[in-house]
């Protein structure tokens, strides 16, 4: 794009920019004065140069016309000369056949001489390629001679077998016969030549590096030769005939297209590959022992820098070959390594390998451009997923072959659960669980990055909630048909359940070591994922507990079951209610024996708060009291309570959950007038309960209805005036299901 112009108003402009400027005028004159002489000076010269450079051009243009010109006339003049000799020479074609007639007795003279002497030389050559090929490695001292005779007898053959194309067939198939030999022994040196490359490095090890500069001139003599060849056909299939026939040698020489060059450099990468494989093949079981093995790469390449480049041709820039053919083949063997599915730990020491790798390569000052395609295709972080994948995929498979063999022994229940060391019934899953989730957290600490811990720990939290979920339906699914089919289900579901619990404070003890054992080791970042999801597992662990002692309190309920519904009922009178004392004391003495000592405190409190809520709606819900009779038999059955959870518990724990008994035992024994005084004390501590309360006016038989409602119209006063309430935390009174008088009827029938 030209530059703008601008007018000499707008140059002035750009000197005389204030008044003050006036006075430099004179300087400024004077510089731009100087500038105006310096372009010209530089203009002058620059237009000078042109002109001469115009000036010699012509000159050589004139000149090159006239020489152009005189070698068209000597050309002119050497075609007259040069004429066809037989209108020149009279007896030219005599002179043509005579010649002809003399070079073919020489040819043929030598053809006998070669084809006599051929064998001779076969034996000698042979002999020389036994004696080189014996060792491959050198130090080949008859390679360069071999090759020299063996080119020149091919040359031989290739011409002879030219010149018979135009012969009968029996002739064509006796020189193929005659040349069988030589045929064979060119192709034995060409495996050869080709063993040579495919051990260039032991060669150099050897001590043999003059080999390598044999074969590579060997090499180099057959490219030059497979040009020659290329080059003839290029002429053919352009058609130039004439040139074709003007070189009847080159028409003889018909050549078979070696590519010893690519022969040989696809020689050094399958050995390359096939030194990988070896290696592979070798530790195929052993993936860290495969890596340990690899530092060849470095020691190989290190001496191919040193002593074989310096045995190549630039051209072949055979460093940078080297460099990407072992790059190759690792990557090929390391994709076939992760294809393998190997142990987790072996992806890890993988991962750690590769950045090693990285490192020594930039160390021994190789250019990255030469390390394609990058190992993994540069995915090599997803060695650390894969890892991790693998991690979750042995825990889910041994999770679940686990359960399905603990799942099948607990539903079977042939044999009684294995006791631990501390005479408690636990089941083998559970320690192998455990171990199994300890090796695969340890194998996540290994890989030294807290996400991948705070993925396996995650994982760990889904199987043991998952395991968690299974158990606890399994266990309802059990004391389902135990409660309903008890005769088609084995034995042994107590045994089993207490098994399962023990289990559960096990493995919560666990966690919570785990938790803390890990913590420290991670980042801030990580650790609050690992604490809620081991917390979450552990708590999952808690409930399952609590869950399992329930079921143990249902199994002892359903075997009452019976006596319950004789509570209240005329039988009661005679003293049922210590059958119900005594089985539970039954069970008791087996959940204590081989119950985890925490849980069996858990249980005891649940047990005797369901054994007061069972206790107290039997009595809300019974349509009859005979008084005193009554109070006098619940009054007993209060003590056989006392004394039997008394066994178990101190009295000071006890007396405030039994406290409930005795206060309804007082409102069941108060007269019309005082009864309010007695409900006072209970509904203080439990609220008003008014249904409650009512039901048991009207089963005691020592009150019509009148007095009923007479005691009921007291405490509802009483009640108002107070302003009794629900109690902020419910106490057991919230469990009481009163019926309907239709529902006690169905349940007494």
Known sequence: MAAPTISAAQAVGEYLQSPDDLAKVAAFRKKLEKEKASIDARLRSGVKEQLDATRDGLRKLFSTRGNVQTIKDEMETVDRMCGDPQYVVTTFDQISRVSMVHRNFEQTEEMVNNLLEMNSKLEMLERMLVEDSDDILGPAPNLLRI????????????????????????????????????????????????????????????????????????????????????????????????????????????????????????????????????????????????????????????????DVVPCFPPSYDIWQTFVREYHKALNNTINKLVKSEPEASALLTLHAWIKEYKKSMRELGIAPEWLEPPLL?????????????????????????????????????????????????????????????????????DSGQGLVLARAIEEVNRVMRSIQDRWVKLVDTEFKKHTEKPEEVPGGLVEYCIALANDQIKSADFTEGLSARIEPLVSEKYQVTIHERLNDALDGYLDVAKKYTQTLINIIFHDLKPAVKQLFQPAWYDGTHAQIVETMRDYLSDYQAYLNESLFELLLEDLLDTYLVTYLTALANTSKLNMPAAAERIRQDIDEAYKFFGTYKKMKELEPQMEVLDQVLSILEASKSLAFLSYYSFAKVHGPCIQFVEALMKARNDLDRSGVSEVMDSIKRKVKDDGLTDPPEPTIMKKIVIQGALSRFLVRT
């Open 147 to 306: 090759h020299f005779q063996l080119n020149r007898l091919e040359a031989f053959r290739n011409q002879t077998m030219h010149q018979a194309k135009k012969s009968s067939a029996d002739t064509r198939l006796t020189l193929t016969r005659w040349f069988e030999r030589l045929t064979t022994l060119i192709e034995a040196f060409d495996q050869y030549v080709l063993g040579l490359a495919r051990n260039i490095l032991p060669i150099v090890r050897a001590g043999n590096p003059d080999v390598i500069v044999r074969l590579m001139k060997v090499v180099e003599m057959e490219a030059r030769e497979d040009e020659k060849a290329i080059a003839i056909k290029l002429v053919k299939k352009a058609g130039k005939m004439d040139a074709a026939s003007k070189f009847r040698s080159m028409q003889a020489n018909a050549r078979v297209i070696k590519h010893y060059r690519s022969k040989v450099m696809k020689c050094i990468t399958d050995s390359i590959q096939a030194k990988f494989d070896e290696v592979y093949t070798e530790n195929e079981r052993d993936p860290a022992g495969f890596l340990d093995e690899l530092v060849f790469i470095y020691k190989d390449l290190i001496r191919i820098e040193s």
């Open 377 to 445: 295709e540069g995915k090599e972080q997803n060695l650390i997923e894969d890892y991790l994948q693998l991690i979750i995929k042995k825990l889910d498979e041994w999770s679940e072959n686990l359960m399905k063999t603990e799942v099948a022994a607990f539903t079977a229940r042939e044999e009684p659960p294995e006791l631990s060391s501390e005479g408690l019934y636990t089941t083998s899953g559970t320690v192998i669980f455990l171990d199994m989730v300890n090796q695969q957290i340890d194998l996540a600490l």
